[in-house]
């Protein structure tokens, strides 16, 4: 079997995993890249990015040339025939290389009966692409590729932009990096890298996509990778020396080391419930530089991992960084003592990075958008008593559903008799009722809410 075969098999092992069973590109993908080289990854990933970002548009077209539907036991022939439609449709891989390919790749799957039907099949489609295109675009579903459901849902919250976000969504989303200034200045990253990229305060985003761990300083902490949405929030938190501050759902720690970035002299806690996550955060502080190569590992239990200065000193430091476990809706992790920051970046639908993880939109369901807000309104009420009187909390979310964000925020107002809202004053996203909010692809930066909230002195 050739790389370029097996790459198209591992990505059929992973739209299983993931249509299939339900798992995340996070967890399905990497294993699968692992088996090839760095060339054929790339391919397989491409696969498999663009049969979820198209998925509906794909089988929209594949129900019109299909003369009686495929059998559940045939999910891999099905896979197989989107895997093809992707090529011959959205990709630069010559017509009868994606066609011959397709058939090789059903008679490796031990389904020889099914090579012909796959020939033909695509080759139909080449031969009536306009049409058949034309005729799936009519539907909602299949024109903006995303399940019916979230494009009502959009379509409610934002009436005069949800085509917008739609069509954002479906694009491939950029490679943006924060500069580490305590490494290095932006400009002289940008001068190091040799790669086309715009610079814009500590973000600088490449123009084209590539492997992170082989630009040079990565493993000297001369960068992290983060959306530049994402580098707006420890900016709003005001953070002055000394303060203690919580991260209360810090994996895998982006957020959490450009606080310590812009102010290194504060007592700060990465908090999280996933332990293996935990492991994450430890991995990319360190490589920035704010913890040392001999971090013990994580224990079993809800005890800090390491509490260490920025420099590694194992005596007691003036400021302290501790990476603990815990569910930031219980209490049994606080020692008390209040926080005079909390960064609560909550748990939510993540329909603001699509772009960037497009399984999303076969992972997510309707339901899950309340039993989220339930968990970010328990997230809320349960950290806001550990927040210390004139302390500030800034609650985060990758979502743009209002029910999620907004919504949530001003009931949380109305119930809560200390809480105030810091209004957010800035040039980016779109000031709401609370809130600000960032729209996918606005300034080419991911879907971000943030809200400021401040306790009573």
Known sequence: MSETHNARLQAIHVLRAVIEQGESLSTALPPALRELDFRNAAFAQMLVYGVLRWRWRLEAVLQQLLQKPLKAKDEDV???LLIGLYQLNDTRVPDHAAVNASVELVKQLNREWAAGMVNAVLRNF??????????????????YSHPIWLIKRLRDDWPDQWPAILDANNQQAPLTLRVNRQKISPDEFVQQLELPADADGDGV?????????????????????????????????????GQRVLDACAAPGGKTAHALALQPQINLMALDVSESRLVRVA???RRLGFSPAHTPPLPNGPAPLASLSPHGEREQPRCAIIIKAGDATQRDWWDGRYFDRIMLDAPCSATGVIRRHPDIKSLRQP???????NTQRQLLQNLWPMLAPGGLLLYITCSVLKAE???QVAEFLATTADATEQVIQADWGQARTHGRQILPGENNMDGFYYALLQKAR
Request: charged share 25%; proline share 4%.
């Open 205 to 241: 985003t490449l123009h084209q996509a590539t492997d992170v761990t082989n630009l040079p300083g990565y493993d000297a902490g001369w960068f992290a990778v983060q959306d530049a949405g994402a580098q707006l929030a420890a900016p709003l938190l005001d953070l002055q020396p």
């Open 126 to 143: 080449i031969r009536h692409r306009d049409e058949l295109l034309e005729q799936a675009d009519k539907d909602w579903q299949a024109r």
């Open 78 to 80: 099905r896979l197989c």
């Open 367 to 373: 339901d899950d958008i309340t039993e989220l807000a």
């Open 405 to 407: 964000n907004e919504q």
């Open 283 to 285: 991995e990319n502080l």
